[in-house]
C-alpha cells in the first residue's frame, strides 16, 4: 500500500490546558489574534486585538457518501476508478514498470504538516489527515448524476484517461455501479456541442418536480447506504452565468418562488444546490459558474447547510497563486500575465462556446487581485471620488489575458502556457515564461477529494465565543477554509476575497491546529534565532 494510501489509527495527543478529550469530542481553547487599525491624519493607529474561542469536533467520522453530478465525465469517471483502484489495491503495469494506486496530489494525504520539535531539535510532520480525525478516501460511497447514460466502465474507457491496463481490472468493478442517476438539462446552460450526450435526462421543464426528484435522489442514496452525511458536487460541464434578476435569485424566497415557477433562469447546479441546501447536506460547485446566486447564499444561511465554491483550482492558476504573489511580494511588478491553454477532451469542447468559456475566464481572471491590491506601491490604489468605470476608479492592476482553446488530438492533456512580463529594478524588464504539460483529470480528482473530506470535517466542528460561554454552534454556511483547492473562493459576502496559495493553505493549517490546541505560527523558529 502506498504512504498516501495508507490506513492509520488517529493518534495525535496534545498535552495542554488548552486541549481536552472525551470519546465524542476534542475540545480546544484557541485565542484568536489580529489588530484594528485606524488611519487618521497620515498615521496608522494600531490596536492588537484577541478573542477567545473555543472549538469542539465531533471524533466519529461520518459514513460519508460522495453525490457527483458530472458523474460519467472525465473527472467523474477518473474519480472512481481510483479510488477503486486505491480500495481494492490494484496495481496496473505501464510502459515504465508497475504502478501502485495511490493519492498523490492529495493536500490531505500526500503533504505533511509541522507538528513541533523532537527532543533532538528535528522538526517532526505529520500527515494533514492525521491532525484531527477524517474520512478516508477508499471509505467514500461514491453514486451520482449525468446527462449521459453511458455505464461507468464504458464511460471511463471514453474519458481516454487512465492506463489501459488499469482500466482492464477496474472495469468490473465501475461495471457494478452502472449508469448514473438521469439529470437536469437545461440545454441554454451549456454548450450546444453536448446535445449528443444528453440521453439520460429528468423528463419534463418543470423545475419544481426536478427539485423534488433530486432531493428524492439524495434521500435514496442516503437511506439505501446507511449514510451518516452525503457530499453533493458539481462536477458536471461549466454551465453559462445565470443572470441576476431583483425579484428571480436575489433572495433565497425569490429563488425558491422562481424554481416553482420553472424561471427560465434558474440553471441545473442551481436546482441542484438548492436541492442539497433544503436536505441539510453540503453542496460543492467545482466548476466556475455562479450557481450561488445570492439567493442560494442567503438559503444556505437560513438552513445552516454548508455550500464552498468556485472551480477547482488544478494547474495553471495554482501556479499564478504562488508565483504572483512571489513577484509582488518580492517587490516585482507584473505588468502583464497572458495565459494560454489547449485541451481535447470534453469539458475543452464544452468551453469553446462563448458563454462557458466566459465563465471560466471570469475564474482564471480574478486570482491575482488581491496581491494587486495589497501593495500600493507597485499598483496605484483605485482614486475615490474618480468617474465611475474609469481606469482611476478601478486602480492599477496588470494586463491579464486568459484564453483556451479546443484541439481534440492532445485529449485530457492539457497544455498551459504563461508568460509573466514584469518591470524590475530602474526600468529593467523580466520575463518568465512556463509551460506545463498534465492530464487535466488527474490533477482534479485529488482536489474534489480533498474538497470533500474536508466538507465532511467541518460539519462536525462547532465552536463558541469563550468569553460569552455561548452554545457551540456550526461554522459559517460558507466554507471559505475551501479556498486552497478553489479558484474563485466563494467566502462570506462583504469579506475579502484570499486567492494567495501560501496563505490560503496557512489558514487551513492554522484551523485544523487550533481544533487541536496547537497555536501560533511556528516558523518563526524563535529558539533557533536566540542565544
Ligand atoms: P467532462 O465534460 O468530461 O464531464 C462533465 C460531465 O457532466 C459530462 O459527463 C456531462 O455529460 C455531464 N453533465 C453536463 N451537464 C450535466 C447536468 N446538468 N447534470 C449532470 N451531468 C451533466 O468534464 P470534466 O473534465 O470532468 O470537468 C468537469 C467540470 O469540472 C467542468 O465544468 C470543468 O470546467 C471543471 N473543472 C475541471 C478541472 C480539471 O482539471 N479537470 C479543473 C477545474 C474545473
Ligand atoms: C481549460 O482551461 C480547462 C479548465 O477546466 C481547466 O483545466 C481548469 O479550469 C483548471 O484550471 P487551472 O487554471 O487551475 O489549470
Redesign the pocket.
Known sequence: VHPTSARRPYSLVVQSENTSYSDEYITSKFTNRGADVVVSDGQFIVTPTSKPYEFQTARKVSKTGLML??M?????TTLCATVLANRHNISWHTKSGAQQPNYIGSMLRASTVRLGMDASGKDVHVPVSDVLPMVHPDDLVIGG????GVPMDQAMKR?QVLDWDLQRQVAPHMARIGKPLP???YPDF?AAN?EA?ADNVIPGQDKQEHLERVREDIRRFKRENDLDRVVVFW????ERYSDIIPGVNDTADNVLASIKKSHSEVS?STVFAVAAILEGEPFVN???QNTFVPGVIALAERHNSFIGGD??K??QTKLKSVLAEFLVNAGIKPLSIASYNHLG???GH??SAEAQFKS?EISKSSVVDDMVSANALLYKPAEQGAVKGSKAAKGEHPDHVVVIKYVPAVGDSKRAIDEYYSEIFCGGRSTINIFNECE??L??TPLILDLTILTELLTRVKYRDASAQAEFAPLYPVLSLLSYMLKAPLVKPGTDVVNSLNRQRNALEAFLKACVGLEGSSDLLLETRIW
Do not use: E, F, H, V
Request: charged share 15%.
Open positions: 453530478i458530472g460519467g465525465g472525465n473527472n467523474g448524476w449525468d446527462i449521459s474519458a439529470s437536469i438539462y451549456i453536448q450526450r462536477t458536471a460541464n461549466t441545473p467545482g466548476a466556475p472551480d477547482l488544478s494547474g477532451n470534453n469539458d464544452n468551453l471560466k487535466d483529470s490533477l482534479a
